[in-house]
Nanobody
Framework: VQLQASGGGLVQAGGSLRLSCAAS????????MGWFRQAPGKEREFVAA????????NYADSVKGRFTISRDNAKSTVYLQMNSLKPEDTAVYYCAAISGVTSNPTHFYSWGQGTQLTVSS
């Protein structure tokens, strides 16, 4: 499956933004999906994951209550709604097809190219 993330940009602290990740190729609905991010000088970290059916979700503690992951299998797209954004959310955000709805999947089947989010204070 090929993934393309979009929707990043510059937003003020406290603002909102929605990222999208469009899939093509193999059947999107068969994959669990996740969002990860990498800030400058830091390792890539888990943000959120959703099961293939959308019935199971998992979030990093740092975004719980502020971010919501969702998917539309008919559109082969996974979303990340980000509210109450903070400067520490600034990072490149990546979507990925993953093996499980966990913060540390054992397999990453595909990665999107990343989209930059910058949150100004």
């Amino acid at each position: 499956v090929q993934l393309q993330a979009s929707g990043g940009g510059l937003v003020q602290a406290g603002g909102s933004l929605r990222l999208s990740c469009a899939a093509s190729g193999r059947t999107f609905s068969g994959y669990n999906m996740g969002w990860f991010r990498q800030a400058p000088g830091k390792e890539r970290e888990f943000v959120a994951a959703i099961s293939w059916s959308g019935n199971s979700r998992n979030y990093a503690d740092s975004v719980k209550g502020r971010f919501t992951i969702s998917r539309d299998n008919a559109k082969s797209t996974v979303y990340l709604q980000m509210n109450s954004l903070k400067p520490e959310d600034t990072a490149v955000y990546y979507c990925a097809a993953i093996s499980g709805v966990t913060s540390n999947p054992t397999h990453f089947y595909s990665w999107g190219q990343g989209t930059q989010l910058t949150v100004s204070s």
